[in-house]
């Protein structure tokens, strides 16, 4: 049985696509916040790792870790402080105490600020974005290269 290449990468597309499309709807205020707000300088102050049970895991289950950094940032000479999920980004070394991060707000509320920054301002849009990456840097040329092919088989038919 013949394998169909471009139909797999189609699909692949396909899926990347659909990533995307969740990335944009779960990233909207952020995007909007780098987009059309003001974007800061900000620095990680600290960097902790806690084991919490949620209720939703009984007693049996493994307890999850929690990687979170406390970034600081000033607006208008006024210390603001973010914290976030840092996932994996934190425990391989990527992040670390001392790092530079670039923030977004909206000028009406700096308080609600957005690490932007490996797209840490939402935990499903981290884990997206290296999936969209590797689909889209990956698949792309693949899906490009059978699809010249294939018009170029039909056209010399």
């Known amino acids: ?8 990468l189609t699909v692949s597309m396909a899926i990347g696509l ?19 707000g003001q ?26 870790e929690r990687h979170e950094i406390l970034a600081q940032y000033t607006v208008n000479n006024q210390l603001y402080w973010v914290v976030v999920n840092s ?5 391989l070394g990527v992040i670390d105490v001392g790092e530079t991060l670039l923030i977004a707000y909206q000028p009406n509320s700096p308080q609600n600020a957005y690490v932007i920054n490996f797209a ?12 969209i990456l590797i689909i889209f840097l990956l ?10 092919r294939t018009n170029r088989l039909s056209n010399s038919d």
């Open 120 to 131: 840490l301002f939402n935990t499903l849009a981290s884990i997206l974005v290296p999936f």
């Open 39 to 64: 974007n800061v300088q900000g620095e990680v102050i600290e960097y902790s790792v806690s084991r919490e049970r949620p209720a939703y895991f009984n007693a049996s289950q493994y307890t999850p």
């Open 87 to 91: 996932h994996v980004y934190s425990a």
């Open 18 to 36: 659909l990533c995307v499309i969740i990335f944009m709807a779960v990233s909207s205020q952020a995007i909007s916040a780098y987009l059309f």
């Open 139 to 148: 698949v792309t040329p693949q899906w490009i290269y059978h699809l010249r």
């Open 1 to 8: 049985m013949r394998r169909n290449k471009l139909k797999e």
